[in-house]
């Protein structure tokens, strides 16, 4: 692979990269190209329709991780998501800042009872690695030291929509229920509301609702509920 890489080095590649699956994303081409000149690669979404009846191709998680470490994917903060590579936005302070919150307000009320972490990528199927704002896991021994938390392991993600909300409510959505990811949050800072998905049915989440109860609990560990006002009042700040 590091032969590989000089080589391409040396001279200027474009990867024509296209994407076609079930998932709302729309039929879109993928450009990846490395400049002999400069390392760092460029990547464009054309928002151009590709005819279906051209033959794709896709990113696995595998050939996505060689090529991050062969330093062809940049600096960029980037999710793969049904094969396409994604460009994740850069979050504001404020985005920071409710995602510290939230996270110290799920240790404080969940304790050992859960695992909480930031920014961990999350093995949804051999070409989805999506990466959760925070995410909330079952315990396990190894603590996903060497392993990829799977679908299986976690209890809630949470996700903090701000500059691309429909990333979070309708592709992202759309993404977990498919792959089986019990519960889902998302706080929606253009509209300061806090939107609950839950109770999976064929692939679908049968619930999706404004959450305006005083209190929410996490549905796989209720016994534990959590100051609802207290979550909806850091959108507020």
């Known amino acids: 692979l590091g032969r ?6 040396r001279r200027q590649i474009s990867l024509a990269i296209s994407h076609v699956t079930r998932s ?4 879109a ?14 990547m464009s979404i054309a928002t151009q329709q590709v ?28 999710e793969l998501l049904d094969g396409l590579i994604t460009i994740v936005p850069n979050p ?11 996270i110290n307000l799920l240790i404080g009320a969940l304790g050992d009872s859960a ?12 070409t989805s690695e999506p990466v959760p704002d925070v995410v909330v896991l079952k315990p396990q021994a190894h603590e996903y030291k060497r392993i990829r938390p799977t679908a299986a392991d976690v209890y809630l993600i949470i996700e903090i929509g701000n500059s691309t909300p429909e990333r979070d409510t309708e592709v992202k959505r759309e ?23 839950r109770d999976i049915q064929n692939g679908n989440y049968q619930t999706d609702i404004v959450w305006t109860e005083k209190t929410i609990s996490i549905q796989a560990l209720s016994d534990v509920e959590l100051d609802a006002e207290q979550l909806l009042a850091l959108m507020d700040e």
Do not use: C, M
């Open 175 to 197: 993404l977990y229920a498919r792959f089986g990811v019990q519960e889902y949050w998302v706080f929606d800072l253009e509209v300061n509301e806090l939107r609950v998905f």
């Open 92 to 102: 504001d302070q404020f985005h920071e800042w409710i995602i510290r919150q939230v």
């Open 51 to 78: 005819p279906p009846t051209i033959e794709l191709l896709t990113w696995d998680v595998s050939r996505y991780h060689a090529a991050a470490r062969a330093g062809l994917l940049g600096d960029r903060r980037l």
């Open 115 to 126: 695992l909480i972490d930031k920014g961990q990528p999350v093995r949804l199927s051999e």
């Open 4 to 9: 590989n890489n000089h080589r391409l080095q």
């Open 24 to 27: 709302p994303l729309p039929r």
């Open 29 to 42: 081409s993928f450009t990846l190209r490395l400049s002999a000149l400069d390392s760092r690669p460029f």
